[in-house]
């Protein structure tokens, strides 16, 4: 079950729609919580990158004593107590009560501090493209196990109407039999074709209750009373053929890029001058010698590497490849998406012309049992007649229902593929969690 703090945010409800679903997994899957964990994380870079474009300063203060003639010496000016009668080789012990603060401000460094602001601004903008591709993921796997769970119950439905037409006709089986009019064998065939219903009913079952869990599981959840309502959301709308450019893995892919080319940036920076200026301010109190003073020092400090063994050409090399690297895998996420894309649209139209073809079967199946369990009730069709005719009818109910749900599904997953959402927001609907966004400028 969720804890206290997260069904307080997030209700469960008693009955869940497809939306109602979809939504909740967005805010209470481990997958999607742990996506914007690592948002905050990106969001805290960003402020730590920033903080180099601000002054520094320091409070420091620390208390000594020393003997040391050099130190004592130094202590015994700071602290304005010199005398001519001071042993310059042994001025004796002292001690010292400095507070000092420091300012410094760095001006210029390359560009390498822009450069790594770009950087981790660029790779936060990757890690809300990588979890809104992890929720898009998450809402189709919901979608896809509430129809499978759908499919189970409507299945059930079929199996238990199968299960009690071959019992009405095992009852007359039964009765001709006593009268003398109907074979053991026939009887017996009649008996085993009930007992394959009934172990066909029992399978599909077990396999609603592991469908159950795994939506369960999907929306975050140990263990929840489950009901389902599919006719309230109705079905999903067929998106039109379109470009899959709204992919969050492709946006994700292009941050990682611009990522990437910061971080070539900031390590050529290595190859100018860093520029900083500093201030500081001290006053120093002595104990032994009852004497104080205070002090202030400021510069400019100029750095630049003559030589560093190559080190700075050798981390621009290795950012470039990592450039490389990153854009050669985006052209590989664009062809495997393209061939999601289309696969997924062959899918749906597989899902149509199947479902057109089944409607007609179940009709004709259902015409075929009927005439068939009179004519046996008359005593003018063989038991194993029959059971091919319960057998058909059967078959092409679950065949009906299998394609019904493969629509909904391809239907569903053309709109993941295409990083369209699976329900469009409306006004009246309270908005999904969302996380802070950052924009990055190529």
Not at 52 to 78: A, C, E, H, R, V
Not at 100 to 118: E, M, Q
Not at 306 to 323: D, H, P, V, Y
């Amino acid at each position: 079950m969720a804890s206290p703090s997260q069904a307080a945010k997030t209700a469960i409800p008693e009955v869940w729609t497809l939306r109602h679903a979809v939504r909740f997994a967005v805010r209470n899957n481990p997958d999607s919580r742990m996506g914007k964990n690592r948002i905050e994380a990106a969001q805290a870079a960003i402020s730590m990158e920033r903080s180099s474009f601000y002054p520094k300063l320091d409070l420091n203060t620390k208390y000594d004593q020393t003997n040391n003639p050099m130190y004592s010496f130094g202590n015994i000016l700071n602290q304005g107590a010199f005398h001519n009668t001071i042993d310059f080789n042994n001025p004796g012990r002292t001690d010292n009560l400095n507070l000092g603060v420091r300012l410094g401000y760095r001006f210029y460094n390359g560009g390498r501090d822009l450069a790594g602001l770009k950087a981790v601004e660029a790779q936060a903008v990757s890690s809300q493209m990588e979890l809104a591709a992890v929720q898009a993921q998450l809402t189709f796997e919901v979608v896809r196990t509430f129809q499978l769970i759908i499919q189970a119950e409507e299945l059930i439905k079929a199996r238990q109407s199968a299960v009690a037409a071959i019992t009405a006709s095992l009852s007359v089986a039964q009765a001709r039999y006593q009268e003398g009019v109907l074979l053991k064998n026939d009887l017996l065939d009649l008996e085993v074709q009930q007992a394959k219903a009934q172990e066909n009913l029992s399978q599909t079952r077990h396999s609603l209750a592991m469908s159950q869990r795994i939506f369960l599981s999907l929306l975050g959840l140990d263990d929840s009373p489950l009901a389902l309502d599919s006719a309230q959301d109705g079905p999903q709308d067929i998106p039109p053929l379109g470009t899959h450019n709204q992919r969050h893995e492709l946006r994700s892919m292009e941050a990682l890029i611009l990522a990437a080319k910061a971080r070539v940036r900031q390590v050529q920076g290595g190859h100018y001058p860093s520029l900083e200026g500093y201030a500081g301010y001290d006053t120093d109190q002595g104990y032994v010698t009852n004497g104080s003073g205070d002090s202030w020092q400021a510069g400019i400090r100029l750095q630049f590497n003559l030589a560093e063994g190559g080190r700075t050409t050798a981390e621009i090399t290795k950012a470039s490849a990592l450039l490389a690297e990153a854009q050669e895998r985006k052209r590989k996420t664009e062809l495997a998406i393209s061939l999601e894309v289309k696969q997924a649209e062959f899918t749906v139209q597989e899902a149509r012309e199947r479902l057109q073809v089944t409607n007609k079967s179940v009709a004709q199946a259902q015409e075929s049992a009927r005439i068939n369990r009179l004519r046996f009730l008359e005593g003018k069709l063989l038991s194993a007649d029959l059971i091919g005719a319960e057998n058909q009818l059967t078959d092409a109910l679950v065949r009906r229902i299998a394609a019904e749900t493969s629509q909904r599904i391809a239907i569903a997953d053309l709109r993941r593929t295409l990083g369209l959402p699976q329900f469009q927001e409306t006004s009246d609907e309270p908005p999904p969690e969302e996380t802070s966004s950052t924009t990055i400028k190529p």
